[in-house]
């Protein structure tokens, strides 16, 4: 920092904010930290009486926070064509989602930033839904000036890949498998399937069928082989998920050959979730087993795992044990999710 004549200030960086004070009219900041001065600036300053100004000298090795900022951007979306930085203020830059889909977060490398110090990164929760003009983070350099060799360190840090990703949404083709001898036989009125169509409106799919198997087990499995050699991306089944002997919707599922990833969830309410990939004909396929809650509760574990498997975000059994903490639904008379802390 060097101290100069205002006459002599074009082009430079103000290294700390100026006041305006216009009585009954004004008091507030004329010019931020961080300003570069131009010449129509001058009468300006000289206005206020700053016939001096204080501002940064360059040096090497030293970093101003807007130059330093956009380093931090790179670390954080690389060359994504899925995300956009705002326009560099005072060491600021936000990342904003350009389309819907998924946020990953490489957290490992988020924290080994974080950890730096000088510098910052807060972002939403990842594996969470993004919408387009979403904003994903907030960066920030902390002082003025910056070591360059601390931007070094924070690259280094990161990785060679971006903190920041966001899978987008893939068109899927469904097929559901609606259990319940009740059902079946009509004894009862479907009200699961009316729930299902209206959440998978929110994402690319089509319904390509329903089918109403009954309790009985070599039907379910055949129903569900059925809709994947039928050419379905996704196969939901509802019913029959409890412990209960009648129940036999997991054991259909099961007798696939489908690979179970997990019969049961740390998240109320849908704590008999099963989530399995079926490997047909080269291709992948999740089958889900849905608990009786999706059906009658506001929001349940089918809202944390739609979206993952509407982006093809694969989901292991580690993850769905880290649904624990915030898996607890509060039933809030005002449902604000996923702006709540429902499964994060």
């Not at 080269?282 to 498997?309: E, H, N």
């Amino acid at each position: 920092m060097k101290e100069i004549r205002t006459e002599d200030a074009v082009g430079h960086i103000l290294c700390h904010d100026i006041t305006q004070i216009i009585k009954d009219e004004k008091k507030g900041v004329l010019f931020k930290k961080g300003h570069v001065v131009k010449e129509e600036d001058i009468p300006l300053l000289l206005s206020v009486g700053k016939e001096h100004l204080f501002v940064w000298e360059k040096k090497p090795g030293i970093l101003h926070e807007n130059e330093a900022a956009e380093i931090l951007y790179k670390i954080c979306a690389g060359n994504s064509s899925k995300v956009y930085g705002t326009e560099i203020k005072e060491g600021k830059i936000e990342v904003v989602s350009k389309i819907d889909g998924i946020l990953k977060i490489r957290r490992d490398a988020l924290v080994a930033v974080n950890s730096l110090g000088e510098m910052m990164i807060a972002s939403r929760h990842g594996d969470f839904p993004i919408k387009k003009g979403d904003k994903v983070a907030g960066t920030r350099i902390i002082p003025l000036v910056i070591e360059k060799e601390k931007m070094d360190a924070a690259e280094k840090a990161a990785g060679n890949l971006p903190i920041f990703d966001i899978l987008p949404y893939q068109q899927k083709k469904v097929g559901i498998v609606t259990t319940g001898s009740e059902i079946k036989k009509g004894l009862i009125q479907d009200t699961f399937t009316p729930v299902l169509r209206e959440k998978l409106s929110g994402f690319p799919t089509e319904v390509t069928g329903q089918v109403m198997p009954g309790d009985d087990k070599e039907e379910i499995t055949k129903a569900i082989l059925s809709f994947a050699d039928a050419g379905a991306d996704l196969i939901i089944c509802t019913g029959g998920m409890s412990v209960d002997p009648d129940d036999r919707t997991p054991g259909g599922i099961r007798d696939t050959g489908a690979k179970i990833v997990t019969y049961g969830a740390p998240v109320l309410p849908g704590a008999m979730l099963l989530v399995a990939y079926l490997e047909r004909n080269g291709r992948s396929i999740p089958v889900l087993g849905l608990p009786g809650c999706v059906m009658y509760a506001k929001r349940t574990v089918f809202d944390l795992i739609l979206p993952r498997v509407m982006a093809d975000d694969e989901i292991k059994a580690e993850e769905i044990a880290r649904l624990g903490e915030g898996g607890l639904c509060l039933n809030c008379p005002v449902c604000t999710f996923p702006n709540c802390g429902f499964g994060k």
